[in-house]
Antibody, heavy 118, light 110 residues
Framework: DVQLVESGGTLVQPGGSLRLSCAVS???????????MSWVRQAPGKGLEWVSV???????NYAESVKGRFTISRDISKNSVYLEMNNLRVEDTAVYYC?????????WGQGTMVTVSS | QSVLTQPPSVSGAPGQRVTISCTGT?????????VHWYQQFPGGVPKLIIS???NRPSGVPDRFSGSKSGTSASLAITGLQADDEADYYC???????????FGGGTKVIV
């Protein structure tokens, strides 16, 4: 079975930067290049919030709350998707999930925790 | 404030039927975008249980069903079981925001 495995979450100070990774494992037929890939986050005790999506090519879209601070990208050779997060704020504290987009978010990773605090 | 509106909680006895509403606007559900539903247990990962408003992915019990009308959608759970206790989220796309949008989530209490 295909799996999405996130990594990179940690404690970071406000204003800091972090890069999250999402690697595909378990199959050679699933390519991040042939799928729309997204990041969704969930603050502690809160609901789900869509963060970003990477379409075909380099086309991407972002939630207003992260626009200009976050960048989504992919590395086809590593079959991975990334989320570069800059100028982090306390309110960015959340579990960040990587997900495949097939209309719906039909495949999710286990999530990685990002804590922004001084 | 979520773009899609869900009740904070619904409750029912074992064996009963409960429904969760998801209310949107003419720029999301009313614009014809599909509504998708996710189940999330405490500390767990969201799981897709209804896609495209009415479709159940493989492995999801037929006790779960979805419907959509106008600017709203609903998730119904029949034959309620104790292990259905979880948070449920609706999700769609919004053309005005050009963004994927979620409801605030509904806790099902059995």
């Amino acid at each position: 079975d295909v799996q999405l495995v996130e990594s990179g979450g940690t404690l970071v100070q406000p204003g800091g930067s972090l890069r999250l990774s999402c690697a595909v494992s378990g199959t050679s037929t699933f390519s991040v290049n042939g799928n729309y890939m997204s990041w969704v986050r969930q603050a502690p005790g809160k609901g789900l919030e869509w963060v970003s999506v990477l379409y075909s090519g380099d086309n991407a879209n972002y939630a207003e709350s992260v626009k200009g601070r976050f960048t989504i990208s992919r590395d086809i050779s590593k079959n991975s998707v990334y989320l570069e997060m800059n100028n982090l704020r306390v309110e960015d504290t959340a579990v960040y999930y990587c997900a495949r987009v097939e209309g719906s978010f039909d495949l999710w990773g286990q999530g990685t925790m990002v804590t922004v605090s001084s | 404030q979520s773009v899609l509106t869900q009740p904070p909680s619904v409750s029912g006895a074992p064996g009963q039927r409960v429904t969760i509403s998801c209310t949107g606007t003419s720029s999301n559900i009313g614009a014809g975008y599909g509504v998708h539903w996710y189940q999330q247990f405490p500390g767990g990962v969201p799981k897709l249980i209804i896609s495209g408003s009415t479709n159940r992915p493989s492995g999801v019990p037929d006790r779960f069903s979805g419907s959509k009308s106008g600017t709203s959608a609903s998730l119904a759970i029949t034959g309620l079981q104790a292990d259905d206790e979880a948070d449920y989220y609706c999700q769609s796309h919004d053309s005005s925001l050009n963004a994927y949008v979620f409801g605030g989530g509904t806790k099902v209490i059995v």
